[in-house]
């Protein structure tokens, strides 16, 4: 049902990826033309990649919510969003990582709150699996009772 407690994990994996809309990734002091960091903030509008894998990831995670009949493709839907928020996590990992080399000194890398809303929306979608899964061995053991 959707009061089960997977679904308020999935719905605070999908508020955890939307707060990426809103707050940076990461900065630097000063605006760098070589890297992403031209306006100095590194957002998801910076690249097509964040801008297509935080709405899927957000999408997959709402979708899920509304399978509770069907745990098999809950979990695989659950499973498409966090395979997205690893893109993202990668992704945004190898750009800074690639960066480091101008981000050095004065233009040092600026830890910014968005950083943390991946790995936080991560977290919630690997309790929703478990609650998941918790669920269905639930109904199996009911199933062999009969």
Do not use: H
């Not at 590194?42 to 509770?68: C, M």
């Not at 893109?87 to 830890?111: E, H, P, Q, R």
Request: charged share 15%.
């Amino acid at each position: 049902m959707i009061q089960r407690i997977q679904s308020v994990f999935l719905l605070m994996a999908s508020l955890c990826l939307g707060g990426l809309y809103l707050l940076p990734i990461g900065g630097s002091k000063l605006p760098l033309e070589a890297t992403a960091f031209s306006d100095s903030l590194l957002n998801i509008y910076d690249y097509t990649l964040l801008q297509i894998a935080v709405p899927v990831g957000i999408v997959a995670f709402l979708i899920s919510i509304f399978l509770f009949k069907n745990r098999k493709a809950q979990t695989i839907v659950t499973i498409l969003g966090s395979v997205a928020i690893g893109l993202i996590m990668g992704f945004v990992s190898m750009k800074i990582y690639l960066s480091l080399d101008l981000l050095s000194g004065d233009n040092a890398f600026l830890w910014k709150p968005g950083m943390s809303l991946p790995v936080v929306s991560l977290i919630f979608a690997i309790l929703a699996s478990r609650a998941i899964k918790k669920d269905d061995n639930l109904v199996r053991s009911m199933d062999r009772l009969r």
